[in-house]
């Protein structure tokens, strides 16, 4: 969406170009799966930036529907990176080797905080616009945020699952030691079939 308004604009070679050329390398970078990922926050702060000054100077996307609906479509474009850096079936292949298990609480954290600090740009810049910016969060954000929920809800289960494999060889001491260690094994095992049961559902 945002490289069709890019061309439409210059198509038509209006005013409205003026402007969004001043963004198109930060969607292009944005968009460009070569570009780290971990650098994405790099492109935030200028990116806002010149949001800001296209707000105050154009008489086009000084409209707060029209710059809702372009923030929206960063949005859609860091969630679209953030898939193509740890897309699901490989969380669920590193989640069931105990060895790649922290690869992928990484790379959750890491995609986590990518999005949460472009929504902290947004703010800070909406402070710098002295009020102008008064576009409701939710229409901003509202894919980005279920995204976010759903990152957060895999981070737990696989850490989660990081901690229930430090049961597989706990052996407990004591008088009810055989008993307590028996236990403990019965509740691994059955954590490990529900983990399984995790790994195998089809859809993503």
Known sequence: ???????????????????????????IKLMDTSFDFMKLP???????HSLLLIY????????????????REICNAIIKRALDYIPGETVVSLMQNRD???????KLQ??????TKFKDTYFEY?????????FPPNALFMNLDNF???????????????????????KLGGTKGKYLT?????????????????GNIEYD
């Open 100 to 106: 790649d298990i922290e690869t992928a609480c990484d």
């Open 126 to 134: 909406k402070a710098k616009s002295q009020g102008k910016w008064k």
């Open 148 to 170: 976010l929920e759903r990152c957060y809800d895999i981070l737990h289960v696989t850490s989660t699952i990081q901690q229930f494999n430090k049961l597989e060889n706990c």
């Open 56 to 71: 105050n100077n154009s008489n086009y996307y000084c409209a707060p529907s029209r710059m809702v609906l372009l923030i």
């Open 182 to 198: 028996e236990s403990t094994k019965a509740v691994y095992n059955e954590f490990l079939m529900a983990a399984k049961i995790f």
């Open 110 to 115: 890491i995609t986590i905080d990518v999005c």
């Open 1 to 27: 969406r945002l490289q069709t308004e890019i061309a439409e604009a210059r198509r038509e070679a209006n005013e409205n170009y003026m402007y969004l050329s001043t963004l198109e390398d930060y969607f």
């Open 42 to 48: 790099d492109l935030f702060l200028p990116l806002m």
